[in-house]
């Protein structure tokens, strides 16, 4: 039976997610680096479309098999077998496991070398053949990445699993330091003036930052007392369960990323720069979504794995409705912000060197229609993995089917038959995001019965409220203090666009305590207590 002590630690750790947020938030601010000074030495031009274009397919690839399907599948199934048989049976699943991914992927690697000019012909098929054949060498130098990386989020998979979060979090921002010294110096190295060539520098960075990635996590993991040893018996209940969530995952969970690159092969015909624009413009979301989305859905997949074992779905339904409300309250803001401020932020933040400000007006215009879908994303985070806890996975991965034919309509009818350009494809991705949310939320009701939903649409109108006062603020600040932002001095126009970030979260987090939402007041609560413990 379970003790009222067990109970009140079986929540959502809020601290846990705390931790998260800041190491993802480290690690999205050095990609944002990352971004900018390549931006700067390279430009927006047709160069950085080939790098992006080329980093994309073995990105995606970890993001399917990686990040995506292979870390929520084994996260779901290495935290029962801690439940039921112990940490034994846990170490030697991964063993197995891990076995596994070093040879299928290790093949998947040799294969994406030698099929490289394919696979750009086909997910870039309106480049010019010399662009092409940039984005080929770039990609076959770049596709050792996804094997470390998946090693990598093998591990980060276990290390979650024990409640060890920092340390996983933190591994990105060691692959973008890596790829940002390393490839900025090998850049250097190859052409002094950065030019196409020197992207080559940036793709063996790349490599370079994906082998940080997975080596900072060993010593934690090697402390918990993991030993890899090669194990190749895969016929193993562990192992099934795992590549049975894994399938339907594969689409379900890499939806978004899945919908990016298709509006990165719409975006390979509207000519030189689109491509990277539409990256910047993804960046900048994800940096709130990383922020807080990221880290909830880390926190709650295991968290919602023990619950089901343990049989209560009362505290399933309670926490999975908790998550959701928190992804809302946090990410609300954020889309606001993003939408009314995108010039400004886009141009402090990539107006440099070679970007100028017709690139930063284009990517400001793909960055608002991106954050419609923001907290659709950030919700999703939550609620998938709620399904996988289920072991509803045939659920998500039939929504996202839908997902991707929706992203092609509005693809189709936004880029070609009204001609929206990039703007077109950031729209179709948000509103498939939020369709996306909207499906499973209500399958999800329909399954647990009720959702808390009333208790959701009350604090989303007091939030509606602390947005409108959030709105008016960022719009007399975007029009009369940073109306010229494309011409506007850099010191000025940092100056004003930090203080209006600061001035208009006051205000909001003010209307919010005034209007007592109820988890602002606990996230005060929790800094508070930290603030008289420091």
Sequence with gaps: MTTAVERRTERL????A???????????????????VSAALFGGGGAMDAFTAAFRIPNLLRDLFAEGALSTAFVTVFSKTVARGGNEAAWTLANKVATLTLVVLSALCVLGIVFSPQLVAGFAPGFAPAKAALTVELTRIMFPFILLVSIAALVMGMLNARNVFAMPALASSFFNIGSIVGGVLLGAWIDRSFGPRALVGLAIGTVIGGAMQLGVQLPPLRRLGYRFRPDFRWRDPGISAILALMGPSVIAASTTQLNV????????????????????????????????????????????????????????????????????LLTLPATVGLIVLAGPIVSVLYQHGRFDAYQSAQAADALRFYAIGLCGYAALKVLVNAFYALDHRKTPMVVSFGAVLLNLLFNWIFTFKLGWGTRGLALSTGLVASCNFLVLYALMRHHLGRLETRRMIAMLAKVAAGCALLALLCWASAHWLLGQWATQAFISKAGWLLLTVL??????????????????????????????RA
């Design 13 to 16: 750790n809020t601290k846990a």
């Design 18 to 36: 705390g931790i998260i947020a800041l190491a993802v938030m480290c690690s999205r601010v050095l990609g944002l680096v990352r971004e900018q």
């Design 261 to 328: 690159l298709i509006n990165s092969i719409f975006a390979s015909t509207l000519g030189n720069g689109p491509i990277f624009w539409l990256s910047i413009a993804f960046r900048l979301m994800q940096l709130p979504l990383g922020l807080f989305g990221v880290a909830l859905g880390t926190v709650t997949l295991p968290l919602l794995s023990r619950l089901i074992v343990a049989g209560n779905r009362s505290a399933f339904r309670t926490e999975l409705s908790r998550g959701m409300r928190l992804a809302f």
């Design 503 to 532: 001035v208009g979260a006051a205000a909001f987090v003010a209307c919010g305590m005034a209007l007592r939402i109820e988890e602002l007041h606990d996230m005060a609560g929790v800094l508070r207590r930290r603030w008289q």
